[in-house]
């Protein structure tokens, strides 16, 4: 009788050990499977980032960007910045070139100069890849002119 109390004991012991190597395969198994869904993801797709609603947007100054009339240099830092902002995240920008009402009645030539430098800009962010719905260059004419400061506001998209 003393060996059929061992037995048991050994039965137990084994098929306790038993159970857990299955919970062990399974968990295996179950992380392959996980791992093979989330990888399968294509890395082609860009990311976009939704801007937070609760995050305010501001206005970014974009000093005279110009080295000669209609040419930004390659690395601008204020308009990389801007363009960088409308790859990754789903807002759309508008950039304001102020003009002086009294500038353009002075100086015949300046409207065509101010929109040669709305085209470099343009021309600019879609070297960078920029969508061109994402962007919009606007000229606004006023009493003062902004000294060659161009400013970039930014609106979630669909807010117009």
Known sequence: MASAGCD??????????YVAVLLIL??????AYQRRTATSIPATVPA?????????LTDVAIENPFVEEGLIPPGHPELSAVAAV?????????VRIPVARAALRADA????RLVGRAAAVERFMDERGVQRGALKVVIVVGER???????????RKGEG
């Open 8 to 17: 048991r004991r050994i039965l137990r012991a084994f098929y306790t050990q």
């Open 26 to 31: 399974l968990t295996f198994c179950i992380g």
């Open 48 to 56: 976009r980032h939704a801007a937070v609603p609760d995050v305010e």
């Open 86 to 94: 409308l790859q990754n995240h789903d807002v759309d920008a508008t």
């Open 109 to 112: 030539a300046l409207a065509g």
């Open 145 to 155: 002119e902004g000294a060659g400061r161009m400013i970039a506001s930014f609106t």
